[in-house]
């Protein structure tokens, strides 16, 4: 084991502290590995910080004494005996007990991964709950986050070199690892909510089967908060079960006697009757998405209002957490309820209007009461059309009974679903399938086949995806030249891989310096990595849209990002010229940070940076025809009917509402399907398609093409070259 000679953070230390072996070493005892609890609760029960020599501060000692009643805690020596035994270790623990703060650092005191050059990662399947984690983690380390403890989300790393604790998503473990296929700078791995099954653990999962083969002294541990521990076990080669039993009070289970027409209004209904009827204890309630949640926040604040002045309610305070939620407002779910308005009053209530987030990955103390519509926005994929959609969908039982255990964490608590029994026991399945079955695999292959696996079917997949989904992912990055016709990853896929985007998008970056307009091109694919720019708030849809209109191309919705992208950094220093053109600053300073990194890697990879000078009549034609280069398999085209169907799959879909296009132009590209009670297409922009089969000529090849009126308008396209190449040919042959 190395000393600390070379070790920033025992430079900390006092002098006397900081010799090798020295008999204050705060680490001395622990090495070589193998400690148990007692010797690392001293640590933690010392006057200064091992990691910092800082003297503890007095929050540190204060959120000590809690961490110390956390059910975890109680288990902490047959952990530790369980890891030094075993490669793989599964752990089941009840929402809430304390895996996700506690176990990476019983890891951390145990491996002193920095000692070694090491870290211990622990990834997420959300960004919110990376980020939100890791910074209580700093709290209980009482260390600032950034330096010791970090967190890595897409397009956002913050660590230093003197992180050791990292938490992040489960997709940048697996970008990491195409640059690093050993995962060697980690000397443990942990899995957290692996129940939720997401594409990038399960791949993630199969990988690090791989890489334990030939790391032997590479940890993983795999946490999850609901059962079916024995799929994991058996996976991870018969992996030893961990479980913690947590403290938990019963949930009394309402229904409704009769379905609800409207579960969002029925949602707010009953949030106010459980705040005029219910004994004091905070609401959690379940929704879908942002725009749902903060309508749904609105409504309460108004009509709680109301309720105090007629009911003499207590006051409320309603919190909405989503995943897009900036940092400091998403730590508003901590904050306690309100105090009663005048002393002996009656007492405030929190309400927390929350997507699938709360359900297991971030806990908030003081639940008591659940209120389940039933739904959350899910991701489905179907092959056959190759349409990938977000959708509002009934939730398993499985999940039904962990929303319901949000409320039974301090005492006693109550869940009202806004379902009926039978609807409860005959519709909803029993665990919501893994995602990698509901996914379009298109990034997915194209990482796998970067880390160098070839055998996609004999890949360890958990669960292994349709063999017609894999075969259209495999199609699709052939059609983007990413993959060659024998499925090997070609020079142009080996860059695409290098962009954390989807293929299409990579595809367009990469050929934009061939149309003259990587700059713009680059400014366009962050803005569609960002949340919506424009606001649209219901009170002022009115002026919203007619502030939009201002930055309205015709030819568009990507140019028209683009318009309000420029005049946005032409005034940049101003929140309020945002807020008054109703565009959203933080999605803009967002997407900026997004465009800084995307230039990085093109620069990374020699693509040029170039613009088409703006008084150029194609300034704007090169940029669409760049779109097309990425997009061209996202095609609508208009029928003589005078809707759209889209290219190839023949699907009948309208122009998005928010579209700028103020006429239907006869080819669109579009960059998302929307599936809701209608089919949508949304961003969109006018393209031709003599551009198309310039691009992508073994895409728009007659051979393969359905019948169609899009085929048909492509003949006529043909034969117009054919006839113009003879006439060509005749007239040289005249000369
Ligand atoms: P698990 O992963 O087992 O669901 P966690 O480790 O996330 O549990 O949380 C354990 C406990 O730590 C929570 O029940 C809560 O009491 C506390 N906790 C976690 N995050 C925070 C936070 N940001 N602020 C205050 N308390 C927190
Ligand atoms: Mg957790």
Avoid at 1 to 22: C, E, F, I, R, V
Avoid at 388 to 411: C, D, H, M, N, Y
Avoid at 713 to 725: A, T
Wanted: charged content about 25%.
């Amino acid at each position: 084991m190395s000393g600390s000679g070379n070790n920033p953070y025992l430079a900390h230390l006092p002098a006397d502290q900081q010799k090798t072996g020295s008999s204050t070493d705060p680490f001395k005892s622990m090495v070589p590995r193998k400690t148990t609890a007692d010797q690392a609760e001293a640590l933690e029960n010392g006057a200064t910080n091992p990691f910092t020599g800082r003297t503890f501060t007095a929050k540190y000692q204060k959120i000590l004494e809690g961490r110390r009643k956390l059910p975890v805690h109680a288990q902490r020596n047959e952990f530790l005996e369980m890891i030094h035994n075993n490669q793989f270790v599964v752990l089941v623990g009840e929402t809430g007990s304390g895996k996700t703060t506690q176990i990476p650092q019983f890891m951390v005191y145990d491996e002193l991964p920095h000692l070694k050059g090491k870290q211990i990662a622990c990834t997420q399947p959300r960004r919110v709950a990376a980020m939100s984690v890791a910074q209580r983690v700093a709290d209980e380390m009482d260390v600032k986050l950034g330096e010791e403890v970090g967190y890595n989300i897409r397009f956002e790393d913050n660590t230093s070199p003197k992180t050791f604790l990292k938490y992040m998503t489960d997709g940048m473990l697996l970008r990491e690892a195409m640059s690093d296929p050993k995962l060697s700078r980690y000397s443990a791995i942990i899995l957290d909510e692996a129940h939720e099954r997401t594409l990038n653990t399960d791949i993630l999962m199969g990988l690090l089967k791989e890489v334990c083969r030939k790391r032997r002294d590479l940890q993983v541990i795999v946490m999850s908060a609901t059962l079916d521990a024995g799929k994991f076990q058996k996976y991870f080669n018969e992996a030893p079960l961990l479980t913690v039993p947590g403290r938990t009070y019963p949930v009394e289970i309402f229904y409704t006697p009769e379905p609800e027409r409207d579960y969002l209004e029925a949602a707010i209904r009953t949030v106010l009757q459980v705040h005029v009827s219910e004994p004091e204890g905070d609401i959690l309630v379940f929704l879908t998405g942002e725009e749902e949640i903060e309508q749904a926040c609105r409504k309460i604040e108004a009509e709680g209002d109301v309720l105090i002045r007629s009911h003499d309610a207590g006051p409320l305070k309603v919190v909405p957490l989503y995943s897009t939620l900036p940092p400091h407002a998403q730590q508003r779910i901590f904050d306690a309820a309100p105090p009663p308005r005048k002393k002996g009053g009656r007492p405030g209530r929190k309400v927390v209007v929350s997507t699938n987030i709360a359900e297991t990955s971030l806990t908030i103390d003081g639940i008591v009461y659940v209120i389940d519509p039933g739904f959350a926005k899910q991701k489905v994929y179907n092959p056959r059309i190759r349409v990938e959609s977000l959708l509002v969908s009934p939730i398993s039982k499985a999940s039904a009974q962990q929303r319901a255990g949000r409320a039974g964490r301090t005492r006693p608590g109550k869940s009202f679903r806004l379902y009926t029994e039978s609807a409860f026991n005959k519709e909803l399945i029993e665990q919501t399938y893994p995602e990698i079955l509901r996914s379009n695999l298109g990034s997915v292959v194209l990482q796998l086949k970067k880390l160098g696996i070839d055998d996609l079917v004999h890949f360890d997949f958990m669960d292994p995806p349709a063999p017609e989904t894999l075969m259209r992912a495999l199609e699709l990055l052939n059609y983007l030249g990413a993959l060659d016709d024998d499925g090997e990853l070609t020079p142009l896929g080996d860059i695409m891989a290098a962009f954390p985007l989807d293929p299409q998008l990579c595809k367009m970056l990469i050929e934009s310096p061939k149309y003259k307009c990587s700059n713009e091109i680059l400014s366009i694919a962050a803005l569609l990595s960002v949340p919506q720019i424009f606001m649209r708030p219901n009170e002022a849809r009115k002026q919203a849209d007619e502030a939009k209109a201002e930055f309205a191309h015709a030819d568009g919705d990507h140019l028209t990002l683009l318009n309000a992208y420029h005049a946005y950094k032409l005034n940049e220093d101003d929140p309020k010229w945002c807020w008054n053109h109703f565009l959203n600053q933080r999605s803009l300073k967002s997407a900026d940070n997004v465009r800084r990194q995307l230039r990085r890697t093109m620069e990374n990879n020699d693509l040029d940076l170039i613009s088409t000078s703006f008084e150029d009549r194609n300034y704007y034609s090169n940029i669409r025809r760049a779109l097309a280069a990425g997009y061209f398999m996202q095609v609508a085209h208009l029928e003589r009917s005078g809707h759209y169907l889209t290219v190839k799959d023949n699907q009948l879909v309208q122009l998005h509402p928010s579209s700028c296009l103020d006429h239907k132009p006869e080819w669109v590209l579009y960059n998302e399907f929307v599936l809701t009670t209608r089919n949508y297409i949304r961003i969109c922009t006018e393209i031709k398609m003599d551009w198309l089969i310039d691009i992508a000529p073994h895409y728009f090849d007659l051979s393969n093409f359905p019948n169609c009126e899009a085929r048909r308008k492509l003949e006529r396209i043909f034969n117009r070259r054919n006839r113009v190449e003879d006439d060509n040919k005749a007239k040289k042959r005249r000369t």
